[in-house]
């Protein structure tokens, strides 16, 4: 089933992002916050995706295309501002309508984080293009950029870093109510939340299961960070590494 959602940790692998501070890194903070959105999703039972579920590089064209071709109706890109202000911006597409955006941005406020702006933006130079390229290239997935609070702001800084978990909430909240989709509050588990459930865990063939541990086993693969991801593409440089290896063994 394709998703409806899906969701993009802003940022990763040796893009930090510029929403840092001696808290948090921005691309650590995404991932986090998209993890348990995702998580929820789960458990909501909505067909959800993810761009990365690590640490991990992805060009504007790489993170782009896995939304384009994700069949999803919405992704939404979690990011961190930095640069001077205080609050969330939800950026929204000037094809789209403000309707979502304007309802993240008020469970964010309900949730303690003030709003600074909602707007769209285009390319100086091309007024009928939109400036991000999240909303520019990804197709007829309706795209929704959202600045949880700025990094360089202590009083945003201090409450992303102890409420990330709340301000992630009013988001999926949002976006249950902005399409119908039935939502219940998270069960209260302790301190603790449940382990997040990364996409494939548990849930592919035994055939794929098998395949990607005899991979390991033989070797050719050694990064932990693809036994969860068997429907993802390799990178080239990651296919050539494997060749390399095969061809090794089979030299003996």
């Known amino acids: 089933m394709a998703p409806i959602l899906i969701i993009d940790p802003g940022h990763g692998g040796i893009d930090p992002g510029g929403g840092s501070n001696k808290l948090f890194t921005e691309k650590d903070l995404t991932l986090k916050i998209s993890l348990y959105q995702f998580q929820r999703m789960h458990e909501l039972n909505i067909p959800t995706a993810v761009t990365r579920t690590t ?29 001077g202000g205080r609050g969330s911006e939800v950026i929204y597409s000037i094809y789209a309508s403000a309707a979502l955006p304007r309802k993240i941005s008020e469970a964010l ?14 390319l100086p130079n091309d007024p009928s293009k939109d400036y991000y390229f999240m909303h520019r290239d990804t197709g007829c997935v309706e795209t929704v950029i959202v600045e949880y609070g700025f990094a360089d702001n202590p009083l945003d800084a201090d ?23 039935a939502y219940r ?15 494939g865990n548990g849930e592919e063939p035994d055939w794929k299961r098998e395949a990607i541990e005899w991979m390991y086993e033989q070797g050719l693969l050694t990064n932990e960070d693809w036994r969860n991801r068997a ?9 050539a590494v494997i060749l390399r290896r095969l061809f090794e063994k089979m030299r003996g």
Request: glycine share 4%; proline share 10%.
């Open 55 to 83: 640490d991990q590089t992805l060009s504007s064209e790489e993170r782009t295309a896995l939304v384009r071709n994700s069949g999803a109706r919405y992704c939404i890109s979690n990011h961190i501002n930095a640069g």
């Open 231 to 239: 429907d993802e593409p390799l990178p080239l440089w990651a296919e």
């Open 109 to 122: 406020e309900a949730e303690g984080m003030p709003n600074r702006r909602i707007f769209t933006r285009t």
């Open 185 to 199: 509050p998270p069960e209260k588990t302790g301190s603790n939340p449940p382990p997040v459930v990364l996409p």
């Open 159 to 181: 409450k992303l870093n102890r409420d990330w978990r709340d301000l992630a909430e009013a988001v999926i909240r949002a976006f249950c109510e902005h399409t119908n989709l």
